[in-house]
């Protein structure tokens, strides 16, 4: 649908983000608006193709939905866990959420639609979007971090996303925040995500659990899904439960060492923290914050805004779809 100057009218963008239970998708306008969004399992039994076929349909359904209210698709956008390269469109490291879904290209297998598609790590695309039309819009230079079972992160520098020389730079959650710390999975010790994420948070709730039995974290059931449990031990901690308020504290320290060293390092404008364990207690995070700033150097702190999130567990498939619309604009 193009009007008499030959610009496309009510264009509209695919976003997809991948994740290790589900495939969430929707279709996104230029003001980052969601006009519909979905959700799907994602399926690897049988191997890449599985999942390529499924996101094909999502695809599909999007367009369908789009052209029959009057929207015209102008781009696609993908978000998946891994090592991706977003000049191929590749995945070219696997993501131990999830396991086989590597040496794939991202691009070529949605070709037939005639779209731009832009390729990105999950990761990215959430701090995107936040940077677009989230709680970062209007900056040049942002840091976005998602608390979830690890530390998600993007680094926005003069407008642009940056990846690192083998694009698996900006991963602020495996900044060691102790040399003798636990081994992670990156291979170093002691990362900010073995001690601040929401994972973390409930391996730790879980430990002081069996220490405290007559705490109220021992009442939380820890193998109950992440967000649930979660505000088991936020609800204890706002109680007065000595365990967990202590914990929290701890936490919140762990969490603003990590971020003070960040804002050392980069000097954001503003640096954006999200997640479930964001979402389920602003008073947690505004507490890192404080002690975040305590920590700073004294010429930066005043001047970096330490922000909550703003759009949720939607951000991924939003900055999808706003990476998408780039590729319109820059091909
Ligand atoms: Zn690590």
Redesign the pocket.
Known sequence: MTNSSGQTRNPVYLGLDIGGSFVKYGVVNSDGTVLFSSRTPTLLDGGPQRLIDTLHRVILEMAEHSVSRGFRPQAIGIGSPGTINPCSGKITGESPNLPGWVNVELRTPFAEFGLPIAVDNDANCSAYAEYTYGAASGSRHALVLTLGTGIGSGIIIDGRLFHGAHYTGA?L??I?INSRGPS?????RG?L??YASAGAILRRAARLADFYPHSALAHIDFSAREDSSLAGVFSAARDGDPAAVELLETVADDLAVGLASIINAFDPEVLVVGGGAADAAPEFIADVFRRTKRLTFKNSAPKTKLVPAKLGNRAGFIGAAALGRNATEHP
Do not use: A, W
Request: proline share 0%; charged share 15%; glycine share 24%.
């Open positions: 991963e959650g495996h060691s992670c999975g990156c291979g170093n990362c995500e073995l």
